[in-house]
């Protein structure tokens, strides 16, 4: 834009200037030498009163701007563009077998990362705890829960049955990994405070002729206010009776075949119960099992175990029980 404003500046500069040669000449031809010079540095005040810069001046301004005008056409031929047809790519016999070998690490980690639990559960089903550890397992976790813990096992029965050589005490529920509790109803759903607070003691015989299992159930079990739910109490029925039998059958594993529940009174939330069951007979995959409900009571303080809920029950072995899974043995 500059050098075309000089150029017309230029351009008039000429007409201007042709319009004062006449005088010039005419004064030229008067023969006086100081005309002449006059009538030059009256040129020169017409210029500068046209344009407000001198002819010198504006001669340098044109030469610079069409220097800089000129500078980026040097510097674009100077710097030529990449070709990306020319680019050196690495044959496909490279390529190849780094892309198949980044697939194959991006899927087997996503496999190690999403099947990391599931290894875990397996490893701890194949090595479960033992009876004797399952019993120092449990940790509290409230004060309200401990102090629950503590009377459990300072309870006279509870202390019986612990030296009594015919039982084995456990606690099963914690033979179950940790990852699939959430997956047992009363190993994990119905386990908590406010439930069943604490995992259930369990005493069985070698034999499966007696069961003992001592529980404390909370207020978030009723059905009506107070009072635990008809179908909890069903519920622990059906898995103790079914306990009691398991070691009399061939693969120690039974599913319900019948229940029958009498309730003989209401159970009053809050407190520690205690469920008794006895194997009555057994042929081959079938078993029957009677058990009840009742209070829990210090014979040796002259009381006496009040009766709340009885059941009876007939287990059956499946016949592909040997390859039956299951998550407690």
Known sequence: MSSARIAV???????????????????????????????????KARWKAAFGIDRRIAGQLRWQSGISSSEPQVQAQQTPQPNPDTAAKKPLSIRLPLALALTLFTFGAGFIMAGAPAVESIR??????????????????????AEIERNLFSHPLTKRLLADPKYIAARPHLKIPEALRHQNLTG???????KIAVPPLQFTTEDGSSFVSIQYLGTALCGHPGIVHGGLLATLLDEGLARCCFPALPNKVAVTASLKIDYKAPVMAGQIIV??????KVEGRKAWVKGWLETLADESK???????????????EPKHAASLKRVVN
């Open 124 to 145: 701890a089903m194949a090595n479960p705890p033992t009876d004797a550890e399952t019993l120092e397992l449990f940790q509290p976790p409230t004060e309200e829960v």
């Open 302 to 316: 002259g009381e006496k175990a009040f009766v709340l809920t009885e059941g009876e029950a007939l287990f059956i």
């Open 188 to 194: 994990g759903t119905l386990l908590g405070p406010d």
């Open 275 to 280: 469920l008794r069951a006895e194997m009555t």
């Open 9 to 43: 500046s230029r351009h008039v500069g000429l007409s201007r200037a042709g319009a004062s040669v006449a005088p010039l000449r005419r004064e030229v031809g008067g023969g006086s030498g100081i005309s002449i010079r006059g009538s030059r540095v009256a040129a």
